[in-house]
């Protein structure tokens, strides 16, 4: 092993925090918060872990409450969302739920402005990806549907259903990725559903702007989150981030603050539209 590789693991998806070597980086010693996001209301899916995690962990220490989603294969990582959030003094809505449906899309922003009082900023950041398909044959309805639904429908009955709540100098954030730009062949459903967000990000942009709304998304390179042990090979674990021209995986901690820059209407009032690579060296065009 050298200091760019991880050892071989494996977890049953969805994944989980703490059987993972090494722990992820998600902030906890290092993010120091300036108040850039002081008494706003944050909702962010799939927050119990990973870049969600280290997002929520970066905005209470920024100043915001923090609602955020998890599965109920989760609990024990929202738990330990929950209690970073807590010690910053800011609220903490960890709120259970499995977003392949509508209505489960507007319970949960219901909830979120029921308990915050209202919504700031929408981070659409749950996702799916399962690897190890080489050919399109192998692709089962099953899997098509799960990609799709929770990578880009969510993201569409969320944004629908937080737009009535948002008001001028809200952010809208989604989680796209690298795969949009330079896509895996065994990921050929993951990278275009990631493909299509950085489109909506686009077009949400332009709908959304006369109302004062911004509309960003973020594309992570390889980064060291639950996601990859529980859907990638013990073998490209090994390896995982060194095809990177800084040749290694990043720390949810290395993007959560570009998360923070577009949530930021002191930073960020006039991006809008934009696809905020966090890639280690790879072009996001
Ligand atoms: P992660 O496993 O920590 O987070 C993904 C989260 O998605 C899970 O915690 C889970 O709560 C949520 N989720 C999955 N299916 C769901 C469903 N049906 N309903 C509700 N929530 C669901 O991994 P992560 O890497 O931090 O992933 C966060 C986002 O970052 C994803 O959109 C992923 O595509 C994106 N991303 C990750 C990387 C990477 O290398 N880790 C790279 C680029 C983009
Ligand atoms: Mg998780």
Same mark, same amino acid.
């Given at each position: ?17 703490a ?8 902030g ?40 955020? %989603?998890? /599965?109920?294969?989760? !609990?024990?990582? +929202? *738990?330990?969302?929950? @209690? ?34 209202g ?8 996702g ?32 629908r ?8 100098g ?15 062949? %065994?990921? /050929?459903?993951?990278? !275009?559903?990631? +493909? *299509?967000?950085?489109? @909506? ?66 930073d ?18």
């Amino acid at each position: 092993m050298t200091d760019n590789s991880f050892p071989a693991q494996q977890q049953e998806p969805p994944g989980l925090t703490a059987p993972m070597d090494p722990l992820p980086d998600h902030g906890e010693e290092s993010y120091v918060g300036h108040d850039r996001l002081a008494g706003r209301r944050a909702l962010i899916t799939g927050g119990d872990s990973g870049i969600g995690r280290a997002v929520a962990l970066a905005y209470a220490r920024e100043g915001a409450h923090v609602a955020f %989603t998890y /599965l109920p294969e989760e !609990a024990e990582d +929202a *738990a330990a969302t929950s @209690a970073l959030v807590a010690d910053t003094g800011r609220e903490a809505v960890a709120i259970e739920a499995d977003l392949r449906d509508s209505a489960t899309c507007d319970r949960v922003v219901a909830q979120t402005v029921s308990e915050l009082g209202g919504l700031d900023i929408l981070v659409n950041n749950a996702g799916y990806q399962r690897a190890r398909t080489e050919n399109i044959e192998d692709l089962t309805d099953e899997r098509i549907e799960r990609t799709f639904t929770t990578n880009l429908s969510a993201l569409f009955w969320l944004t629908r259903a937080a737009v009535k709540h948002l008001g001028p100098g809200a952010s809208i954030i989604n989680n796209s990725s690298i795969q949009a730009f330079d896509p895996s062949t %065994t990921l /050929l459903d993951y990278a !275009a559903t990631k +493909a *299509a967000i950085n489109n @909506a990000t686009i077009n949400l942009a332009a709908q959304l702007g006369p109302r004062g709304i911004r509309v960003n998304a973020v594309a992570p390179g390889p980064i060291w989150t639950p996601l990859q042990p529980a859907t990638q090979t013990p073998e490209k674990i090994e390896k995982f981030g060194q095809d990177t021209p800084l040749g290694r995986a990043g720390q949810p901690a290395e993007v959560a603050p570009a998360f923070v820059f577009l949530a930021s209407q002191a930073d960020a009032s006039f991006v809008s539209g934009t696809v905020l690579g966090v890639t280690g060296g790879k072009g996001v065009f």
